[in-house]
C-alpha cells in the first residue's frame, strides 16, 4: 500500500497520466530553481533552459496534435495549453529580471 505522490495525484485525476504529473513536476522545480537563481544576477542566463525545455515540447505537442493528427496519451491539447502557460510565466520572468536589472 505504499503509493506514490505521483500515483495518488493521478487516482484522484489531478493529472490525466503519470508522464503529465512528472512533467509537472520538473516543470514546477525548474520554476523554482530559475526563481533561486534571480538572486544571483550573473547567472541571468539559466532562465533560457526552461524556455527551450517548453518551447520544444510545445511544438512536438502542437505537431502532434494539430498536424499529424495522432492520438498520443503524453502529447495532448492539455499538454499544448500547459507548455504556453509555462512559456507565458518564464518570458514574463525574463523580462522582469531583463528590465530591473
Do not use: G
Amino acid at each position: 500500500m505504499n503509493k506514490s505522490i505521483i500515483e495518488w495525484a493521478v487516482r484522484k485525476r489531478l493529472f490525466r497520466n503519470v508522464n503529465h504529473a512528472l512533467w509537472f513536476l520538473m516543470s514546477f522545480w525548474i520554476l523554482v530553481l530559475i526563481v533561486m537563481y534571480y538572486f544571483y544576477p550573473a547567472l541571468q542566463i539559466v532562465i533560457l533552459l526552461p524556455i527551450f525545455i517548453h518551447l520544444i515540447s510545445l511544438i512536438q505537442a502542437i505537431i502532434t496534435v494539430y498536424i499529424s493528427k495522432t492520438n498520443s496519451e503524453l502529447l495532448s491539447k492539455d499538454c499544448i495549453w500547459f507548455n504556453a502557460f509555462m512559456l507565458l510565466i518564464y518570458i514574463t520572468l525574463l523580462i522582469i529580471i531583463i528590465y530591473f536589472k
